[in-house]
């Protein structure tokens, strides 16, 4: 160092300067953090809450995002089959093949993971109670019970659903209350020319036209009318609302030749919008406050730069240029970022367990998935809050800031 920069302290124009970027100041600059952190601890936990309490809603509503539109599709399927699958007008037959319709939850799991299918054959028939002679004209439905029962989860049941192995019916209310018929009587199911005596395994209340059928196995009723391995309709619930079951009946028409798929729009159409209002309402909310938030912390890192800005000059002095300091708040707010995310992912599963025992009774765990997305929300807080702090401290002059000013 010359002798002009001896008397001063500090180096002369196009001497040599000191850069805080070389690895014998990393430890140097890391005391200096430490330090800043230190001494002003009380506005450092002031920007850390505000940084957790926007990482806790993040964290919240991702993991209700992740697993409440599951529970929310589940709870949605109450309303019933929201697609009908049938032999298209234009076809050779009027029935579809029983095997192409169970394949269609395999056609469609590249685009909805979930999929119930339950076919159904239909035909007249005479039911009766063995108790009376009278018979009374009814819709007969043969049907798979089992993808049935997933499919309708709203029907009220009097007694059980038959197993796929015994001879059993399910006969709707009002069929029932004209029949004088309970459950565990025996009912006369004529089809044809054939006579079937079945166990009544329950009574069906649907408030539809199930209320006036009988429903039979699926393979009896297509041995009686001789039509094995065919059914009239596949009734389908797709999860996803409008939009998806519009997806699903594209995909269905064009993997299948001769088939028609309708999608039951008063049934999807309320499913989408729900779901629609559940995502946007969870992300108004979560913008609103993440920029309340920001806001906070930038009045905070502004706070600080203010009381900060001898030292920046002394740094300045020494040679520390717009990258150093630069360097220096990026590193602080990092570090703000990431303890404040680690915080924020711990309160935001535990309020969206506590929300999923609310609503559903049933924990919403929280997905791994969530971690590096709060943590880059958690960043993008932060980096962002920093700009116009970051322009202050920037503009502060040396000279000035030492002597106060």
């Known amino acids: 160092m010359d002798r002009g920069a001896q008397v001063t302290g500090f ?3 196009g001497t040599r300067r000191w850069r805080f970027g070389r690895p014998g100041h990393v430890a140097m600059s890391s005391r200096l953090l430490l330090r800043s952190l230190r001494l002003r601890s009380s506005s450092f936990l002031l920007a850390l809450l505000a940084v957790t309490v926007g990482a806790t809603v993040s964290a919240t509503m991702l993991d209700l995002k992740a697993d409440l539109r599951e529970k929310m599709s589940r709870e949605l399927r109450r309303y019933g089959p929201n697609l009908l699958v049938t032999a298209s007008p234009g076809s050779d037959s009027r029935t579809l093949d029983e095997g192409k319709a169970r394949r269609i939850p395999a056609l469609l799991a590249s ?17 009766a109670g063995s108790a009376r002679a009278a018979a009374a004209e009814t819709g007969v439905a043969g049907v798979d019970f089992e993808t049935l029962a997933r499919l309708n989860p709203s029907w009220r049941l009097e007694g059980s659903w038959p197993r796929s192995s015994e001879d059993a019916c399910l006969v709707g209310s009002s069929l029932a209350q004209v029949l004088a018929l309970h459950a565990g009587d025996d009912a006369i199911v004529t089809i044809g020319a054939a006579r079937e005596h079945l166990r009544v395994a329950g009574i069906l209340s649907t408030g539809e036209s199930e209320d006036d059928e009988i429903l039979v196995p699926l393979p009896l009723l297509q041995e009686r009318l001789g039509l094995p391995g065919r059914v009239s309709v596949a009734v389908l619930s797709v999860d996803g609302g409008a939009a998806s079951v519009a997806r699903a009946a594209t995909r269905i028409q064009d993997a299948i030749p001769g088939v028609s798929a309708r999608p039951l729009w008063q049934v999807a159409a309320p499913q989408g919008a729900l779901l629609g209002t559940l995502d946007t309402l969870m992300l108004f909310l979560t913008v609103v406050v993440l920029v309340l938030c920001g806001l906070s912390v930038m009045t905070t890192l502004l706070s600080i730069v203010l009381e900060r800005q001898e030292e920046i000059g002394l740094m300045r002095s020494l040679g520390a240029g717009d990258g150093e300091i630069l360097t220096m708040f990026l590193a602080e707010v990092s570090l703000l970022a990431i303890l404040g995310s680690a915080a924020g992912l711990a309160l935001g599963a535990g ?3 506590l929300v999923g025992y609310r609503l559903f009774g049933a924990a919403i765990e929280p997905r791994a998935v969530v971690i590096p997305l709060v943590l880059a929300v958690s960043l993008l807080l932060c980096w962002s809050a920093v700009i116009v702090p970051l322009r202050r401290a920037l503009a502060i002059q040396p000279a000035a800031a030492l002597r106060g000013e």
């Not at 979930?114 to 028939?125: Q, T, Y």
């Open 111 to 127: 685009q909805v993971p979930d999929v119930i299918v339950s076919p159904i054959l239909l035909s007249g028939g005479m039911a």
């Open 351 to 353: 309020a969206a367990r």
């Open 11 to 13: 180096p002369r124009r």
